[in-house]
């Protein structure tokens, strides 16, 4: 089925392509005019100068001042009509690039928004829904302690759950609005060990190895690297489904930077989709096809902060599969 846009855009390429070619016919019509006007305007002069008797033979003609000014002015008015053909064909190619930029772009915004509203929808929902049911079973069941226990949990993962997304939805807002942060010397260590325990009590199953050699201390705001490790995590996590959910952090310093790194033995991220994974609402595959959810703004506003801090971020692969995130931060 051709929707609206694909519409506009044939109708589009369709005026365009008859643009040119018009506008090729006239060129090759004007060039021909000019060459004609030139023959006529040098066959009048070839009879006024046989009239006046000047005229000896072709060579002696050409080379005669009043050809050659004709000569001249028609060469002149040559270039004029190549030059004008060209000038309006490059800002023809300009317009259209630039026209398409902004087609595909808005393409693009469109899918994005599409996919945020659909998953912010089940990301809110979910939990919310969970937590409701959690609170009805309590209100109509006497429970023991385990149950209790196994309910308050579950609730608690799902209060994680909305906390974690109204920050990410408050960080994105702040990183588009002159985001300023203000960076203080923090040791890593502490805050890696901080979030490892937080996402442990979310997770119980999940393994997560980190084995620090000495105090690595870097220029950070805390708050905001907290969420680059919890949406890094998180993300580990999430995208190891099936596999064995292994997780490294390590830390490494060099010159410059200390390298904060988040491994996983998860799906991986193929080379194409790198890039594209920072940018905001993005998710890899399609709404329909993914069995993760998520808002596709936790790694946009990963490379936002770690941007903000002067800092890089980088993803490599794993062998045999997943993925490393590298986080450079401005060491102290
Ligand atoms: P979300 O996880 O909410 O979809 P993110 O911005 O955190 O959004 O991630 C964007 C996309 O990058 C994800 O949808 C997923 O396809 C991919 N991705 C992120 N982290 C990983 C990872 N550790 N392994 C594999 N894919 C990942």
């Given at each position: 089925m051709i929707t609206a846009g694909r519409k506009i855009r044939l109708l589009t390429i369709f005026i365009i392509a008859y643009l040119l070619m018009a506008f090729a016919w006239w060129s090759v019509l004007l060039y021909t005019k000019n060459k004609d006007a030139f023959e006529a305007k040098a066959e009048l002069l070839r009879i006024g100068m046989v009239a006046e008797g000047i005229y000896q033979n072709e060579t002696n003609f050409q080379q005669s001042a009043a050809y050659q000014e004709l000569n001249q002015k028609y060469t002149r008015q040559e270039w004029m009509i190549l030059g004008e053909a060209s000038l309006f064909i490059l800002s023809l190619v300009i317009g259209i690039w630039l026209m398409n930029r902004g087609f595909v772009k808005e393409i693009d915004v469109a899918r994005q928004q599409r996919n945020f509203l659909l998953s912010i929808t089940h990301e809110l929902k979910s939990p919310i829904a969970g937590i409701k049911l959690v609170l009805e079973t309590f209100k109509k069941r006497a429970l023991n302690e385990d149950q209790t226990r196994q309910l308050t949990h579950n609730a608690l993962q799902d209060t994680e759950r909305l906390n974690t997304l109204v920050n990410n939805l408050l960080m994105a807002a702040r990183i588009e609005d002159a985001y300023e942060i203000s960076l203080e010397p923090h040791n890593l260590n502490e805050l890696v060990e901080q979030v490892i325990s937080e996402i442990r009590q979310r997770n119980p199953a999940v393994e997560i190895n980190f084995k620090p050699e000495k105090d690595y201390l870097a220029f950070i705001e805390v708050g905001a690297i907290h969420i680059v490790l919890i949406n890094l995590l998180e993300n580990a996590i999430k995208y190891?489904?099936?596999?064995?959910?292994n997780i490294e952090i390590s830390l490494q310093q060099n010159d410059q930077f200390i390298d904060l790194c988040v491994s996983d033995h998860g799906i991986g991220i193929p080379d194409n989709e790198k890039e594209n994974v920072?940018?905001?609402f993005y998710r890899v595959g399609s709404e329909d096809t993914r069995s993760t959810k998520g808002t596709g703004l936790g790694l946009y506003i990963v490379k936002g902060i770690v941007e903000a801090h002067k800092g890089k971020i980088k993803i490599e692969d794993r062998i045999p599969n997943g993925s490393r995130f590298v986080v450079s931060l401005l060491k102290v």
């Open positions: 190891s489904q099936g596999e064995i959910k920072f940018m905001k």
